[in-house]
């Protein structure tokens, strides 16, 4: 196999280009002021301690069991990166197959940048293979084989939500940040051509960096190319880099073979893969995927691969985040319980309870803590679960009905506040994200992993 070549160049945010091949120096460079206080935790050993994923020893090395509040906040990560397909990138949902023949052309010469990690299946038939399929492209391609598409309505985007199954090397799994099974959230943009991909791109990047900015994250963009695209698109790559407004990193390769013209990867947190694009030329004839103009001529599709990245990673970058925090705590919209409700005995179990219903018909996700521990200890257990805000309800808030209200708020500290004042902010805090019920009031009754 011929070895890949490539030279790496600096673009500044002005526009200046300047070639430099020790890549991992400008990497170190590059990131270095990124870093934020460093942690020896690792995302696997919070998940355990939250209860949010366990290992499947019934299963393939690298699949995971989410236990019911890492279920949630899966489902609720899910839920606000399809919000985003739809209401932000304009993206029309579709659901295809998770398994696939193993025998024509296209499929093969679309899948072998991962021949060596494809899960490969035995069929109804013993003489019949299918894979499972490592991305999403394969299901949408298959579809849109068969339709016939104007280029009026051009460019059009679909996403899907897809299971995928990359049979990677044991040495490179890590946890849930790098498993064998994820769900990815990737939108294809079908354009007419290479002037409207562009523009697609472009804006796929802007996008892109928004929301990160909007996150408060901070990121690095690598932009890839081959130098063929690089001479003839210099001005566009360019404007890439403004819209970064960092000096970014630009791999040229000489000889690459890859279906896209350019792609680009930005990373969050100085290592976490985040988003990724590409500009595809190739695949819409590799597929027959093409549109047809009003003169009835047949052009094959210029297509923007968006990865909106897995499920699973964005756990990892949410609980990486949390870590860099002075005090940990997740985003209260994702936080598997916003309220824990501690009566100090028996005799105030009762209205803690009706201060807990009312929390709850606020789409507020609260629990009461009724076991036979101590104070302190359920005080600290709520602590070592991440609990946003603890309410400890005494013989004074019961006697006197107290307006106010014993409240421990994580990361700020013990203040009095009215119930109304603590649902205010909390839905001040989580407006416009989704938000999902965590079934059980009684810590008592409920099943702990």
Known sequence: MEKIKKITVLIYPDGKIVENNNEEKIKVNLTTSNQDKPTSISHTEIINQLRLVAKEEHSDKGHFSFLPKGALIHDLIGEWLENMAVNYFDAMSVKTPTIYKWGDDATHKQMEIF??????????????LFILRPNSDIGLFKTLEKEVISTKILPLRFYERALCFRLGQSGSLSGIKRARSFSLIDIHSFCANIKQGKSEYE?????????IKKLGLKSELIIKTNEKFFNKEKKFIINLVKKNNKTTIVEIYKNQTQYWSIKHIITVSGEHRLFHS????NNGELHHLSHTSQRGKRNNF???????????????????????????????WLAPIQIRIIPVNKHHLEFAYSLAKKVEEEKIRVDIDDTKNTI??????????????IIVIGKREVDNKRSLLNVRIRGEGRIDMSLDDIINEIQKLTQAMPFKKLPGLLLSKKIFF
């Open 115 to 128: 021949d060596k990690e494809l899960y490969k299946v035995i069929g109804s038939k013993s003489d019949r």
């Open 302 to 332: 210029v297509i923007v691969h968006n990865s909106l990245a897995a499920i699973e990673r964005w756990i990892t970058i949410f609980l990486n985040e949390a870590l860099l925090k002075t005090t940990p705590a997740l985003p209260l």
């Open 203 to 211: 804006e796929s990047l802007e996008k892109q960096l928004q929301i």
């Open 278 to 281: 590409q500009l595809d030329s």
């Open 376 to 389: 302190n200890r359920r005080i600290m257990r709520a602590e070592k679960e991440w609990i946003p805000y």
